[in-house]
């Protein structure tokens, strides 16, 4: 539920998408013609998004 709500785009959610599944960095920007370090920032900022509406939410990040 956290995640749809972000609002990010198809694109960027795609990028995200494929780093979780282990890409890296340079394969995603060859696949996405833009630069390994411009798909780090997108998947930064994605995970930054998701991790502060996720304690929004009451969950905890850190919790084990």
């Known amino acids: 539920k956290a ?3 972000l609002k990010i785009p198809k ?3 795609e990028i995200f998408f494929q780093r979780l599944q282990g890409d890296t960095l340079e394969k ?3 696949d996405f013609g833009i630069t390994r370090e411009r798909v780090g ?4 900022d994605i995970f930054e998004k ?3 509406k996720l304690q929004e939410n009451g ?4 919790e084990n």
Do not use: A, Q
Request: proline share 0%; charged share 25%; glycine share 4%.
């Open 50 to 52: 998701l991790k502060h």
């Open 59 to 62: 969950v905890d990040y850190f």
């Open 28 to 30: 995603i920007g060859f």
């Open 11 to 13: 694109r960027n959610y």
């Open 41 to 44: 920032m997108i998947c930064k």
């Open 3 to 5: 995640f749809s709500e």
